[in-house]
Each structure stands twice: as C-alpha cells, then as structure tokens.
C-alpha cells in the first residue's frame, strides 16, 4: 500500500499565519496592546514574612519600579474543537521585565499570553496565562468593553486580613508622595489628572470567575497565592503638543492574595500584593 496515498493531507494540519493586518483585526480589543510599553510610574507592595523592627511579623515593603511590557501577535487562529464544531481562539503573547529605580536590580520577570475567547457568541471573553518564576502559574478570565472619556478606577483593597495596629502601622510608614498604601487606585488617578482622554478600552481578569493558579510546593505552604485580580485601562490620549493627533497609554492595577503561614499556627494571614503603573507605547 502506498502510504503516501493515505495519509492525511498536510494542509489539513497546517495553519498560517495570514497577514499582519488581518491578524490585527482578528485581535478586537487587543489589538492596541501590540508593541512596546514603558512606564516609570510603578509601584510593588507586598509583604514578607520576616520583621526587621517592632512587633509585627512581618514587613511592608513598597518599591518604585522601571517596567518594559512587549505585545506580539500569535498569528494564526487557534482552534478548539467541540461536538457540532470549531471555536477559534486569536491572542497576544506578553513579556513583562521590571526593575527596582532605586536599585536598579530585577524584581519581576513574567511571560504569558492574553487570549481572545468565544467570537461567535460576541460575550467579550478573554483570558490571561502568566508563568511567574516564583514557581506560579495563571490562568484569569474576565472580559472587556469600550467607553468614551477617561476611565473610573475602582477601589483596589489592598489590608491584611489580620488589621492589628502594628501591621497598620506600616501603612503609614511607608506612605509616600506619589503612593498611598491605603488607596493604591489615587496613584493612577493622579497620573491622568489634566490629560484629554479620548476613549478606554478596559480589560478585567480574575482567577475567581473560572480559572486558578498553581504553585510549587514550598510556595503553596509558605505563601500560598490563592487569587489573582486584574485591570487594563488602554486609554487614547489627544497630543497637547501635537494637535490632531493622539498617543497611547496603558494603565494597570493588579491584585494577588497571598496567604502566609503564621509560624506554628494553622491559620494563615492573608495579605494582597499590590502592582500598579502607567506605560505609554513606544
């Protein structure tokens, strides 16, 4: 039997990519994510589980960060096959790096894609798939919509679950100008204050509608991320110095609950770890 005669025709099993344009219009709201953003206007809280002065058990840490953020296309569509048909999947792969301003040294490095889910029902589902080499893995789903005007940025809650004046205490020490520990959303208000923003795009993500994260072990029992929330805010700016034209800026404020073990104790403090900034597209 000639076996070349049987097989399966190899177009069958290939997807190309079609062109750039076409990718991009298959991309909805990602789209304008594609390239290159960066932002000196972050900020990382979080808590470790170790003090260095006074009662608590452990110690806040905020620090300003230096972030680069590159969107690609994954060119060809995707297809997840089901009983009666084919769904197709379209997306963009992500590389994020930052760095301490202070120190100049790295504090997060992550990869992953964002995915643009159910076209034919139009019900503007997304996902997001992040790998972080803590020893987690990512998967949030949320969805997307476009308004007119600046975005309105909501409450990111951001207390320890165990709120004794010695962890409030560190709230206020490490308040700074530019960063409140209490209300992190003023931040990104702050840095929209007097800009002419045409439109928003928002995308909002979380582990809780679906999705979860996986760690390691030792990161499961020591500090354990139980969920993860997200919001982008892609938002059109007109020019100031270049009338009739308009630039790009990219906002965002993600949330991580980290639940650290309490020595001996079988409860677990419950702490959110904070990351905003505002990036603009190069």
């Known amino acids: 039997m000639n076996t070349a005669e049987t097989a399966e025709p190899r177009h069958r099993f290939t997807r190309l990519s079609p062109s750039l344009a076409h990718v991009s219009d298959s991309l909805g709201p990602l789209a304008d994510l594609l390239g290159t953003w960066v932002g000196n206007k972050g900020f990382n809280m979080v808590a470790?589980?170790?003090?260095?002065?006074?009662?608590?058990?452990?110690?806040?840490?905020?620090r300003p960060y230096l972030e680069t953020l590159t969107f690609s296309p994954i060119g060809a569509k995707v297809p997840n096959r089901r009983a009666g048909g084919i769904d197709f999947v379209t997306g963009v792969m992500y590389e994020q790096r930052i760095v301490d301003i202070a120190?100049?040294?790295?504090?997060?490095?992550?990869?992953?894609?964002?995915l643009l889910l159910d076209q034919a029902s139009k019900t503007n589902s997304?996902?997001?798939?992040?790998?972080?080499?803590?020893?987690?893995?990512?998967l949030a789903i949320g969805d997307?919509?476009?308004?007119e005007g600046a975005p309105i940025f909501p409450p990111i809650w951001s207390l320890p679950s165990n709120q004794d004046p010695a962890h409030m205490q560190q709230y206020e020490t490490a308040k700074t100008g530019e960063?409140?520990?209490?209300?992190?959303?003023?931040?990104?208000?702050?840095?929209?204050?007097?800009?002419?923003?045409?439109?928003?795009?928002?995308i909002n993500l979380s582990t809780a509608g679906g999705g979860g994260i996986l760690n390691i072990p030792f990161i499961h029992k020591q500090a354990n991320a139980g969920q993860f929330d997200c919001n982008f805010w892609i938002e059109t700016i007109a020019d100031p110095s270049n009338p009739g034209r308009s630039f790009q800026q990219l906002q965002?404020?993600?949330t991580t609950t980290i639940?650290?073990?309490?020595g001996a104790k079988t409860r677990r403090g419950r702490w959110p770890h904070i990351s905003i900034n505002t990036l603009v597209k190069q």
């Open 103 to 114: 120190t100049n040294q790295p504090l997060h490095v992550e990869n992953g894609m964002l």
């Open 179 to 202: 960063f409140n520990p209490k209300r992190p959303e003023a931040t990104l208000n702050n840095e929209i204050v007097g800009q002419h923003i045409l439109h928003t795009t928002f």
């Open 126 to 138: 997304v996902a997001r798939l992040a790998s972080v080499p803590h020893g987690d893995s990512v």
């Open 259 to 262: 639940e650290f073990a309490d």
């Open 48 to 62: 470790v589980p170790f003090p260095t002065q006074g009662p608590a058990p452990y110690t806040l840490l905020v």
């Open 144 to 147: 997307w919509g476009r308004v």
């Open 252 to 254: 965002y404020g993600q």
